[in-house]
């Protein structure tokens, strides 16, 4: 990931309702939203929420599709994910002490769950 696309996602989040979207959004995965279930539930009038997801969609945070008249948006943890990893690479430079407790505290609150072999 370049620096440039770090920084539009990074100043994508750094505003409120734009973090609240995709909070949401990623509460919502994988079916998402559509933008007016999204104004709703945050109480932003929709030419607002409209204005948000155009910023959260230029940096690549969130992806949308058309269904029927909707467009349904999704969170892209893919994306945020690159972003996630690419401040802890860049800014740990390899150094375990400093990386390890980060890596330790983002491990998932509730991990997955095996998949079961078939039997033989």
């Known amino acids: 990931m370049e620096s440039e696309q770090a920084i539009l996602a990074l100043a994508a989040l750094a505003q409120s309702t734009r973090l609240d979207v995709f909070r949401l959004l990623a509460r919502h995965e994988p079916e998402g939203l559509a ?8 109480a932003v009038p929709q030419n607002t929420m409209s204005s948000h997801l155009a910023v959260l969609s230029r940096a690549r945070l969130v ?3 058309r269904h029927g008249r909707s467009i349904v948006y999704r969170a892209d943890l893919k994306a945020f994910q690159s972003v996630v990893l690419f401040m802890l690479r860049d800014c740990c430079n390899g150094r375990p002490e400093i990386c390890g407790p980060l890596i330790e505290d983002l491990t998932p609150c509730c991990p997955p769950k095996p998949r079961r072999k078939a039997n033989a």
């Open 35 to 42: 933008a007016g279930d999204l104004a709703r539930a945050l």
């Open 63 to 65: 992806t949308a599709r």
